[in-house]
């Protein structure tokens, strides 16, 4: 029981921004929140996680410094704001709740059905 529902992907010209949202209902809402990106022919990649508190957070090497992860504890809600965005940042976003200190996609249990980021150059 419980949904993750991402918001927000679009096209976007590169260099330009883009905030992604998810909002959790019933146990989808989970201690460990991710985004996770798929390009075309590649893996499944964590992007960026955060901890319950917030006191803990991840980010891939390709997306630090760009990207910002934050969740509200009071809303059951999740966001990425992507700054800076490049080519390579394009593929289908999907947020994730998992268990503590989850960074591979096996440590999630649930999932939302992706949103698609598209950057053009």
């Known amino acids: 029981q419980g949904q993750l529902v991402e918001s927000g992907g679009g096209l976007v010209q590169a260099g330009g921004s883009l905030r992604l949202s998810c909002a959790a209902s019933?146990?989808?809402?989970?201690?460990?929140m991710g985004w996770f990106r798929q390009a075309p022919g590649k893996e499944r990649e964590l992007v960026a996680a955060?901890?319950?508190?917030?006191?803990?957070?991840y980010y891939a090497d390709s997306v630090k410094g760009r990207f910002t992860i934050s969740r509200d504890n009071a809303k059951n809600t999740v966001s990425l704001q992507m700054n800076s965005l490049k080519d390579e940042d394009t593929g289908v976003y999907f947020c994730?709740?998992?268990?503590?200190?989850?960074?591979?996609?096996?440590?999630?249990?649930?999932w939302g059905q992706g949103t698609q980021v598209t950057v053009s150059s």
């Open positions: 955060i901890n319950w508190t917030g006191g803990s957070i």
């Open positions: 019933g146990r989808a809402f989970r201690y460990t």
């Open positions: 994730a709740g998992g268990r503590p200190a989850a960074v591979d996609p096996t440590g999630y249990d649930y």
